[in-house]
């Protein structure tokens, strides 16, 4: 079954409008989430590392105040798109790997975005 | 941000036939995986390799991490139906809560 799942799987809505999508840890502690954004037949590409209790540290080329990450628990990160507009439409994965192991990533399975 | 070099970019096989994918990168990985992603859907691990040289097997998808570090190859034999998808390669440094670098993808088609 998921082990990190992500809400919600699609968004449509108007430009200008902020989205929060969510994604959780299931019965794992997860001290680092990681976000990443996927264009139309294209690879992942890591947005930013989501650090529980921390501020979040973002790639280069990556606004962190059009992209705003909480990372407020220890199975809860979420990254707040603000003020979107066409281009932001995309699809937006999270990942999760168990505290303090060396265990490799759980993706989610994205949530497909789209701006009007 | 960078990505690894994946080849090839698409496939186009018959069923039963073997595929062979491979990665290269121009730094050192110490963990390689290897992920497969269906429309719509995030990546899902098929196969993590912690060891240079290391070959390890999921049922009929086989993996080796390149004794350079910088390169890793994935084999799926007597391929099927529900092989199609894009698979995409990853590394890693040490740990399991280090950000990956992913490859550029190869797109799996299976001609009926």
């Known amino acids: 079954g998921a082990v990190v799942s992500q809400h919600p799987s699609r968004v449509i809505c108007k430009s200008g409008t902020s989205v929060k999508i969510e994604c959780r840890s299931l019965?794992?502690?997860?001290?680092?989430m990681f976000w990443y954004r996927q264009f139309p037949k294209q690879s992942l590409m890591l947005m930013a590392t989501s650090n529980e209790g921390s501020k979040a540290t973002y790639e280069q080329g990556v606004e962190k105040d059009k992209f705003l990450i909480n990372h407020a628990s220890l199975t809860l990160s979420t990254l707040t798109v603000t003020s979107a507009h066409p281009e932001d439409s995309s699809f937006y994965i999270c990942?999760?790997?168990?505290?303090?192991?060396?265990?490799?990533?759980?993706f989610g399975d994205g949530t497909r975005l789209s701006i009007l | 941000g960078q990505q690894l070099n994946q080849s090839p970019q698409s496939m186009f096989i018959q069923e039963g036939e073997d595929v062979s994918m491979n990665c290269t990168s121009s730094?050192?990985?110490?963990?390689w995986l290897w992920y497969k992603q269906d429309p719509g859907e995030g990546p899902v691990l098929l196969i993590a390799l912690y060891k240079a040289g290391e070959l390890t097997s999921n049922g009929r998808l086989t993996a080796q991490f390149g004794i350079t570090r910088k390169d890793s190859f994935l084999n799926i034999s007597a391929s099927i139906p529900s092989d199609v998808g894009i698979y995409f390669c990853?590394?890693?440094?040490?740990?399991?809560?280090?950000?990956?670098?992913f490859g550029t993808g190869t797109r799996l088609t299976i001609i009926p």
């Open positions: 019965d794992f502690q997860a001290t680092t």
């Open positions: 990942s999760a790997t168990r505290q303090d192991s060396n265990q490799p990533q759980h």
């Open positions: 990853a590394g890693q440094g040490n740990f399991g809560n280090e950000k990956l670098t």
């Open positions: 730094s050192i990985f110490n963990t």
